[in-house]
């Protein structure tokens, strides 16, 4: 662990290039004196050549009122002198691990921010970009549910160290002890990924944006930062699904937006200039973080605001003069491609707003990003314009209302919702039974419609399956796949449209899906 710390601030060249530079301080902080004792501080208060940790940790499902947070009734009792021994377990051992790297400041969310003001909490969630990004280091207590659970566990070295087997190669041979080259090198991936806390969507940006992280597991400690990543059980630079190390970490750290390999991340595509693997980085990012859950299901696009502003900045600086505008979690100008998101089996919806249904941040589930448009597909719908209100000033946090318009072939669909497509394993895949076109309805069995292979529509949600909804279509795919796809739509207030799944229809040949989309009428649909 030691030498981890050591050799990235000693010999990581690229760690110490990206080393923040600024002076920045959050709001407030938890000052530690070697006595013992903590006080929640002014970050204006803080020298000059001060450092910070961040911690990571998964709240727990206590009761709020049970919990030790910053309110306006505890603030003045924190402000004082008080004993390290009064902290919930886990931010015990986090200010230990602190000071044992000559760190005397601590950033605790439940802490540092008012949990009884939303305004409070408005204004410091739009800095958590920087408060993670510009720490000394941060600590994630992995393999605790709760504040209680500490960051250091009573270990089974059985259960870490990899399973031998003992066997005669030959029959007057004396027994020898082989260990599988893949039990070897990826058996502590399993123990990672099935921690408490990377289950949680917050930490997703807490990890890539802090340069460097420290994991404390229920089984083995674990490091990240930009030129490493490493286990207990595998010292040396951990290559994941096979790629080679030196080619991810170029990909990796070269990229504008700063964000470091992930132990347990998502393969990234590796992009033909800079601003497409930014593209590229977000989309796999955006499919691993909807993997997640949150105990607030309204912070879902603030859970992620840190990593769109550190996104924009990066465009900013290699696109400069362009409006790089973000949506409720999707970026303008990969529209329409960027609409074409899939669940990856059915998800949920929630009752309470906060999000448009064309954007991925309405579900919770499972998400399949679309990929970058393709060379050769042929787009059949337009943005015409969107607008966007949000709760407050940061134009990446919560969405009040929004509207997309645009323009494409647009129809009327039915659908088979007692049965399911073959070759789906989810209940919210249905066959499209028929299309109604400008000359009425066209069934797979009419001549219109020979020749093309299947159709059906994904459902977002099984509450969206409907027996009659309405195709846009959006796009269709170069040969030889010649996919068409499309958004799935219903009826919503005032005329508009909501989102309820995406269409897809399969061609023998380009020339015969022209000749179909060229049946329906174009139209003018608001998306809400």
Not at 190 to 200: G, I, K, N
Not at 332 to 353: H, I, K, N, S
Request: include cysteine; aromatic fraction near 10%.
């Amino acid at each position: 662990m030691d030498g981890w710390m050591n050799n990235c601030l000693t010999e990581h060249e690229l760690c110490r290039r990206r080393e923040a530079s600024s002076t920045f301080r959050p709001n407030r902080l938890l000052q530690l004196s070697p006595s013992g004792t903590f006080r929640l501080v002014s970050g204006g208060e803080c020298p000059a050549a001060s450092k910070y940790a961040a911690l990571s940790y998964c709240w727990g499902k206590q009761p709020a009122e049970s919990l030790l947070m910053l309110t306006r009734t505890t603030a003045q009792y924190l402000q004082q002198e008080n004993r390290v021994e009064s902290l919930p377990k886990t931010f015990r051992e986090a200010i230990e691990i602190v000071q044992r790297y000559q760190v005397d400041y601590l950033w605790v969310d439940r802490l540092c921010i008012y949990q009884d003001s939303v305004d409070d909490w408005q204004r410091e969630a739009a800095t958590m970009k920087d408060v993670y990004q510009h720490a000394h280091f941060s600590i994630a207590a992995l393999g605790a549910s709760d504040s209680d659970g500490g960051c250091f566990f009573e270990r089974d070295p059985s259960r870490v160290a990899p399973t031998m087997v003992r066997v005669k190669t030959a029959e007057d041979e004396v027994e020898a002890a082989y260990v599988s080259e893949l039990d070897r090198s990826i058996s502590w991936y399993y123990a990672f990924a099935s921690e408490p806390l990377v289950q949680r969507s917050w930490v997703v940006q807490e990890r890539l944006l802090a340069p460097r992280t420290l994991y404390f597991g229920s089984r083995q400690v674990f490091w990240e930062c930009r030129e490493a990543r490493c286990a207990e059980t595998d010292q040396s630079r951990i290559s994941i699904g096979g790629a080679d190390e030196d080619q991810r970490a170029k990909s990796t750290h070269e990229s504008p937006c700063l964000w470091k390999t992930l132990l347990d991340g998502p393969d990234v595509s590796t992009g033909e200039d800079k601003v497409e693997q930014l593209f590229l980085d977000w989309i796999a990012l955006v499919a691993y973080y909807t993997d997640r859950e949150l105990t607030v299901h309204t912070d879902k696009l603030v859970a992620i605001s840190g990593l769109a502003k550190d996104m924009r900045a990066a465009l900013n600086r290699l696109k400069p003069g362009k409006h790089h505008r973000y949506l409720a979690g999707l970026w303008e100008e990969q529209f329409p491609d960027g609409l074409m998101w899939c669940v990856a089996g059915p998800a949920q919806r929630r009752d309470t707003y906060r999000a448009p249904t064309w954007s991925w941040a309405s579900l919770d589930g499972r998400l399949s990003m679309q990929p970058l448009p393709e060379m050769g597909r042929i787009l059949f719908a337009a943005v015409l314009s969107a607008t966007m209100t949000f709760q407050s000033e940061d134009d990446t946090g919560e969405v009040e209302s929004a509207a997309l318009t645009l323009r494409g072939p647009f129809a009327a669909a039915i659908i088979d919702v007692g049965g399911t497509v073959e070759i789906s394993h989810f209940d919210n895949v249905k066959a499209i039974l028929r299309f109604r076109g400008r000359d009425g309805d066209m069934q797979p069995e009419d001549q219109a419609m020979k020749g093309y292979s299947w159709y059906d529509g994904t459902f977002d949600s099984m509450e969206d399956v409907a027996e009659e909804v309405f195709v846009l279509w959006i796009k269709l795919s170069a040969p030889p796949r010649n996919l068409m796809e499309g958004l799935l739509l219903a009826d919503a207030a005032n005329g508009n449209f909501r989102r309820i799944g995406i269409a897809s229809s399969h061609f023998g040949s380009r020339e015969e899906a022209v000749s179909f989309i060229g049946q329906f009428e174009e139209r003018k649909v608001v998306l809400v």
